[in-house]
C-alpha cells in the first residue's frame, strides 16, 4: 500500500505544496525576528590592510545574534560608510556582507558606519586608522642577535603579533604578541635559536580590536588589522 500510496501524483502534489509552504513560512518567520527585533542584531566590523597594498578592504556583517546567520538589511533599512551607501554581497561560506575597497593612502583618520535598520532606527560607529611604518631599514642580512625595530602609528603601550619563520620545514617558528612600548620592539636573541640560517620571512601584526560603541543590546566588534612583511637572511 505504501508503494501505491506514495506514486499517487494528486498525493504528490499535496506533499510538495504542503513542503514549499513550511518552507516559505520559516523563511517570513525569519525575516519577522530580524525586522520585529532589533536588538537581537550583532555587529561585526572589519578593517584589513597590508603594507604595500594599494587598496584597504572595509568589510560589514549585521548577524542574528553573535555567531547566527549574516542578514541583509531590508528597505528603507541602509549601511553606510562615510555618507556612502554600500550595497549587500552575500556568498555560501560568508551569508550577506557589505564591503568596500579604499585606497590606503588616503584612509588615514576618522571614519563613519552608519547602520539603519528597517525601523529606521541609526546606529552609527566612528572610529580612526593609522597605517603602521616601520622606520628600521632592515639589512638583507641579520645576525642571530637581538633585533629591534622602530615603528611609528601606533599608540605609547601598544601590542604586535611577530611572526617569524624559516624554510626549513622543521622549526614552528615564531608567533607571538610582543609588547611595543613608545613604539620600539625588541625580538631576543634567543628567541631566534628556533630559527636555522637562511631566508627568514617576517611579519608585523597589528589587531586592534574593541566592542562597538553604538550597537544593540547584543553589541558587536570593531576589528582593525594592518600587517607588514620583510624577508631577510638570518645568520650566525
Known sequence: ?????????????????????????????????????????????????????????????????????????????QVMLDGEQIAADSTKMSGFFYELHKPIAAFAGKHSISFTDVHGKEYKEEFDFKPIVLLTQMADTAKRDDLIFEFAGLEPEDFVRVLLTDTSYINEGINEVYKVLNGRLAIKKTALETLANGPVQLEFIREYERPVKNGTQEGGRLLITYSLKRDFFLKD
Open 1 to 77: 500500500m505504501f508503494r501505491q500510496f506514495s506514486r499517487n501524483p494528486y498525493v504528490i502534489a499535496l506533499m510538495f505544496s504542503i513542503m514549499v509552504s513550511m518552507i516559505s513560512c520559516s523563511t517570513a518567520d525569519k525575516e519577522n525576528i530580524d525586522n520585529a527585533d532589533p536588538d537581537n542584531i550583532y555587529f561585526d566590523y572589519k578593517v584589513t590592510a597590508a603594507e604595500g597594498d594599494d587598496n584597504l578592504t572595509v568589510m560589514l556583517q549585521y548577524m542574528d545574534g553573535e555567531g547566527g546567520d549574516a542578514f541583509a538589511v531590508e528597505d528603507p533599512g
